[in-house]
């Protein structure tokens, strides 16, 4: 009496395995044994099991793109959110440029029909193509300045802080300042092509005129507010959004955070952030815009916000907030979730998770 291996091939699944259940008594006749068979036919679906999760693994594997480049890949993803950011709340721009300005209207609402009337939906993205254009290098080297002297700031574990002023405020502060240095006239010019309907063909245009008519410091009229007003916000905006980021970690105790929690905590410091520093963004539009319609020429910032002050009152400082709010607002929160989902696709090694 013995037994006998059976070799069977399963073609659906290219896989052998064996059956050492069959045996031979002493009649000559074929006879199984139950708990081998059992044994085997197990191992048999152990083996298929391990197969199918392996497809399984394999379909589910998230996009990587390879950027060895540290740098590289901070530069790429940050171009990539401002760009998608600030396609998406191009009509609240366009909105709230016009209310702080008063061209159009003093409510959002007027503005609005004021815009159909005349330039329809494409004036609610009159000037996208040169925000894009102006924001995506800028939010390019907003980021990668911030991660650089954040990095170089912050203390390795074991080490005593370098200094008592959190890294991320003062990395937040110097990333707003070369950014802003670095991209400023097309802010201008955007701004130019925004208000001044009719008067430039384009870009280019606008920039040969502005130099030519007004001269080149005229690209950077408005930057001493600018400066002023973004320090603060840069700031207080990285400090928040890195406060936050923290913060949910710590309640949550995990360390990896979802493409939605970025974005709520991106939303709520670019609102922190956007509202401290309204008044002084009021003033640099005004500065912008000059002498357009028989405005006043103001000398400096100082100049722009008492003269505001004293013709509109408190509420001329903040006229505009909400719109700008809810442009700033879903803005820094894209930004912010675009920026830290890119850096998930731009991986520095294949396996990098």
């Known amino acids: 009496m013995g037994r006998k291996r059976i070799h069977v091939f399963d073609a659906?699944?290219?896989?052998?395995?064996?059956?050492?259940?069959?045996?031979?008594?002493?009649?000559?006749?074929?006879?199984?044994?139950?708990?081998?068979?059992?044994?085997?036919?197990?191992?048999?679906g152990m083996s298929f099991g391990v197969?199918?999760?392996?497809?399984?693994?394999?379909?589910?594997?998230?996009?990587?793109?390879?950027?060895?480049?540290?740098?590289?890949?901070?530069?790429?993803?940050?171009?990539?959110?401002?760009?998608?950011?600030?396609?998406v709340v191009a009509p609240l721009e366009t909105i709230r440029t016009h209310l702080m300005v008063g061209t159009s209207g003093h409510s959002t609402t007027e503005v609005f029909h004021d815009i159909m009337k005349n330039d329809g939906w494409k004036g609610l993205f009159r000037g996208n193509f040169v925000n894009v254009i102006r924001v995506a290098p800028s939010k390019a080297i907003e980021l990668f300045a911030f991660d650089t002297v954040n990095k170089s700031l912050s203390p390795k574990p074991g080490e005593q802080p370098k200094l008592h002023i959190p890294p991320s405020l003062i990395a937040g502060a110097c990333a707003g300042v070369?950014?802003?240095?670095?991209?400023?006239?097309?802010?201008?010019?955007?701004?130019?092509?925004?208000?001044?309907?009719?008067?430039?063909?384009?870009?280019?245009d606008a920039f040969l005129k502005i130099v030519k008519e007004e001269g080149p410091s005229e690209l950077y009229r408005?930057?001493?507010?600018?400066?002023?007003?973004?320090?603060?916000?840069?700031?207080?905006?990285?400090?928040?959004?890195?406060?936050?980021?923290?913060?949910?970690?710590?309640?949550?105790?995990?360390?990896?955070?979802?493409?939605?929690?970025?974005?709520?905590?991106?939303?709520?410091?670019?609102?922190?952030?956007?509202?401290a520093t309204f008044p002084l963004e009021v003033a640099r539009k005004h500065m912008q815009v000059g002498a357009l319609s028989g405005r006043q020429v103001y000398k400096n910032v100082i100049h722009a916000l008492a003269t505001i002050l004293e013709q509109e009152g408190l509420q001329g400082l903040y006229r505009g907030l909400g719109p700008s709010c809810m442009k700033l607002v879903p803005a820094a929160g894209i930004s912010f979730m675009c920026y830290e989902a890119c850096k998930r696709i731009l991986v520095q090694n294949d396996d990098e998770e």
């Open 222 to 275: 408005g930057l001493a507010p600018s400066l002023i007003g973004v320090i603060p916000y840069s700031a207080t905006n990285y400090f928040a959004y890195d406060t936050l980021r923290k913060a949910y970690r710590k309640f949550s105790k995990k360390e990896k955070i979802g493409n939605i929690e970025t974005l709520l905590i991106g939303s709520a410091a670019g609102a922190i952030s956007s509202t």
């Open 12 to 44: 659906k699944k290219d896989v052998f395995f064996s059956v050492y259940d069959l045996g031979l008594n002493k009649e000559g006749q074929y006879y199984y044994h139950p708990e081998a068979l059992f044994a085997s036919v197990g191992q048999m």
């Open 51 to 87: 197969q199918e999760e392996r497809a399984m693994n394999k379909s589910k594997k998230k996009l990587k793109i390879k950027v060895k480049n540290p740098s590289l890949r901070r530069l790429i993803s940050g171009a990539f959110a401002g760009a998608v950011s600030r396609t």
């Open 178 to 204: 070369s950014s802003t240095i670095c991209t400023y006239p097309l802010e201008l010019l955007k701004t130019r092509l925004t208000v001044q309907r009719g008067v430039y063909n384009g870009l280019l």
